[in-house]
């Protein structure tokens, strides 16, 4: 109301109470409550304008605090960094900071009272954003409580800008709309952050989870907390059976003191380390596997150990193959040199030796000593012949049930002499394969004489011949004393034998026959518990391939 207006009414008012109530005092007759009446008047007046005047001064300190408040809260609302809006019932806007102002490119557009889609029509790159938000805000009305969303609002630089935004609508008593507050928090920056985040996490998980070596975490404590899935397809064993149990009671008792070690100096040195260890798979079977761990380091501290691990079994059998057959190479070479030479001298020994037997019957005791022991020679001088240098060999088709038949037919009487029991079982209709049957029998009868040696008095060999798979498997399995994992690590190696009179030959000759046929040979040996040969040659040569190497 104006203030002038207000000021002349109050003087009519006041003009009309003055003279009136004049004018109708001296219209009564003269009494002695006139001038009682006359005071009652003038002290009536004065409180009712004193009143007035009270009441008046509150209401214009209510306004000035109102106004105080009002520069208050648009001091900070402005300050703010967050989109700001008050609306009322209706959707009009009442109050928006300068942020807000900024991102709709409203600055220089009076926005009280108009509703978004009238703003709309004063910004037309913002129009579609601002039409949004009246749809926005009605879901909030329905709502009927505090919602939250996201808004993208695009800028003119062609980027966008993501809002978390809370609307919270205000009811009257009776239910009506009385108005709406909306908060905007700029999390572009945020989302950027999250989203880089989520793809480094898919990062992470594509690393560890799809890596073809196996992938572990332990804690502080050497508790192993997380394998990927190779884990399983390497070890067989699942991370239910792995996750929660200690580095100690996964590697194998000869590398725990190694294990416990290498975990130290990497918690303390905080560098890598890497070591090779034998693993038993959850079949039975002997893993080689090469480790590497590393600390694992969050916010500067080590939160514990990642390790990597490679199957290397193949490997290591490759190299240990290529060393055998280095081995055999050598051997081989030397052999040739060597046997030729020896076998001239023994030639002329052997034939004194037999003239001198028939001159001196004197000495014959001796004689046939020496006549045993150049035919030993002979049969070394034989053996190095054999390891020379590969030469062609005539591969027929050939029955190896029969030659198998006539190696065991020819060692009975051997394995009569040493009380042993030969039993030969057939578990297969089908057994001819392309080779070369003498160096088969040379095989077969350097095995079994083996296990017929190494047979306890009144022990058993059994030979087993089956065929699977397009291949042939013969299995040489005796009952004697069985070997030392060290002495079975080291079989097949030239000039290596547990026998007293051995030159280990004998069985390095079998493993290049063996060789030669694309085939392969390995023994499964226990202490005190026998020993077992088994024997793999495929059906057919394959002569496009690689000779196959050996399998100790």
Not at 130 to 147: H, P, Q, V
Not at 313 to 333: D, F, I, N
């Amino acid at each position: 109301m104006n203030k002038k207006w207000l000021l002349g009414l109050y003087v009519i008012i006041s003009l009309i109470w003055v003279f009136g109530t004049n004018y109708l005092l001296h219209m009564l007759e003269p009494s002695s409550l006139v001038s009682f009446l006359f005071r009652a008047k003038e002290f009536l007046y004065i409180i009712v304008t004193g009143w007035l005047l009270y009441y008046f001064i509150g209401k214009r300190d209510e306004l000035i605090a109102s106004r105080e408040d009002e520069k208050r809260l648009s001091t900070l609302i402005n300050s703010m960094v967050d989109f700001v809006n008050f609306k009322d019932g209706h959707g009009r806007w009442i109050e928006s900071n300068e942020f807000g102002l900024k991102l709709f490119n409203l600055e220089n557009v009076d926005y009280k009272g108009k509703r978004d889609s009238e703003l709309a029509e004063y910004t037309d790159f913002y129009a579609d954003a601002l039409r949004y938000c009246e749809t926005s805000d009605e879901e909030a009305w329905k709502n009927g409580k505090i919602t939250r969303l996201e808004e993208v609002i695009p800028l003119q630089d062609g980027t966008e800008k993501t809002f978390d935004t809370i609307k919270v609508p205000l009811f009257h008593a009776d239910g009506s709309r009385q108005g709406l507050v909306i908060i905007g928090r700029d999390i572009t920056e945020r989302k950027h952050v999250e989203k880089l985040l989520a793809e480094s996490q898919q990062q992470y998980k594509s690393l560890f989870e799809y890596n073809t070596e196996i992938v572990f975490m332990t804690d502080l404590h050497g508790t192993i907390t997380k394998v990927n899935p190779q884990f399983k397809a390497v070890t067989g064993y699942s991370p239910d059976e792995t996750l929660g149990k200690s580095i100690n009671e996964i590697i194998p008792d000869p590398y725990k003191m190694k294990a416990i070690k290498g975990f130290k100096g990497i918690l303390k040195d905080k560098q890598p380390k890497t070591c090779e260890f034998e693993f038993n798979h959850k079949n039975g079977s002997k893993l080689t596997i090469q480790c590497t761990a590393l600390p694992l380091i969050v916010n500067g501290q080590i939160a514990g150990i990642i390790g990597y691990g490679k199957d290397v079994t193949k490997l290591r059998q490759a190299e240990e193959r290529l060393r055998r057959t280095e081995k055999l190479s050598v051997v081989g070479e030397l052999s040739a040199s060597v046997a030729h030479e020896i076998r001239n001298p023994l030639t002329s020994l052997k034939g004194f030796v037999q003239l001198m037997q028939l001159e001196d019957e004197k000495h014959q005791f001796y004689y046939q000593i020496m006549q045993e022991e150049l035919d030993r020679i002979n049969h070394i001088v034989g053996e190095l012949l054999l390891l020379a240098k590969p030469q062609d060999i005539c591969f027929t088709k050939a029955d190896v049930q029969k030659i198998l038949f006539n190696v065991i037919s020819l060692l009975k009487t051997e394995a009569s002499m040493h009380n042993v029991q030969i039993e030969f079982l057939l578990k297969s209709d089908v057994y001819m394969i392309e080779c070369e049957p003498n160096q088969l029998k040379q095989l077969f009868i350097n095995i079994i004489k083996n296990a017929i040696e190494a047979s306890s008095d009144g022990g058993k060999v059994t030979v087993t011949l089956q065929a699977e798979d397009r291949q042939l498997t013969i299995l040489v399995k005796d009952n004697g004393c069985g070997m030392s994992e060290e002495r079975l690590n080291r079989i097949g190696e030239p000039f290596y034998s547990s026998k007293e009179k051995g030159t280990g030959l004998g069985l390095t000759v079998s493993f290049k026959i063996v060789q030669s046929h694309n085939g392969s040979i390995y023994f499964n040996s226990k202490k005190g518990k026998g020993t077992e040969a088994v024997i793999k040659l495929p059906v057919r040569k394959n002569t496009s391939a690689p000779e196959a190497g050996l399998t100790v």
